[in-house]
C-alpha cells in the first residue's frame, strides 16, 4: 500500500473513513489524498450548480487534512473534484493517478432508501480497479 485515496464529505461516515485512512498511511507510510467531490446538478437548460460553495469543500478539506495529520499520517494532499457522479469521479481519479487503495464510509441506508438513493460506497466497490475498505 503506497497511495490511499479517502473519499470524504463532512459527515460523521466520512470521518470513520479518515481515521481509517489516516491510520493506515501512517502505519504502512504510504501517501494519503483526501478527496471531496462536488457534485453538479442541473445543467442542459438551466446553470451547472454545485453541492457546495468552494469555500465550503476548501473548510472541509482542511480539516480533513489535519485531523489526518494529527493521525500521524505524514504525506497528506487535499484534492477538490468536480462531477456529476461522486463513484465514476473518484473511481477515475484514482485508477489515473496510481491509487492502490480507496477508503470510503458509507451511511445505514437500508431498504427504500438504499434503492432510491444508492450508495456511493458500493459503487466504488464495484467500480474500482484496486482495493477498496468500506468503513462503519
Known amino acids: 500500500m503506497k497511495k490511499i485515496l479517502c473519499a470524504i464529505d463532512g459527515t460523521d461516515h466520512s470521518s470513520h473513513a479518515l ?9 504502512f507510510g504510504a501517501s494519503l ?4 467531490v462536488n457534485v453538479a446538478r442541473g445543467g442542459a437548460r438551466g446553470p451547472l450548480i454545485y453541492a457546495w460553495e468552494d469555500d ?9 487534512a489535519e485531523k489526518a495529520k494529527k493521525s500521524g499520517a505524514t504525506k ?11 463513484a465514476a469521479a473518484i473511481v477515475q481519479y484514482a485508477e489515473e493517478n496510481g491509487y492502490d487503495h480507496i477508503v470510503v464510509g458509507t451511511g ?18 464495484g467500480r474500482a480497479h484496486c482495493s477498496v475498505t468500506v468503513a462503519r
Open 19 to 27: 481515521d481509517l485512512a489516516a491510520s493506515l498511511a501512517a502505519k
Open 33 to 36: 489524498a483526501v478527496c471531496a
Open 56 to 64: 465550503q469543500v476548501k473548510k472541509i478539506l482542511d480539516g480533513a
Open 76 to 86: 497528506v494532499e487535499e484534492l477538490a473534484l468536480r462531477s456529476r457522479e461522486a
Open 108 to 125: 445505514d441506508k437500508r431498504g427504500v432508501s438504499r434503492l432510491v438513493l444508492g450508495s456511493v460506497a458500493a459503487d466504488i466497490s
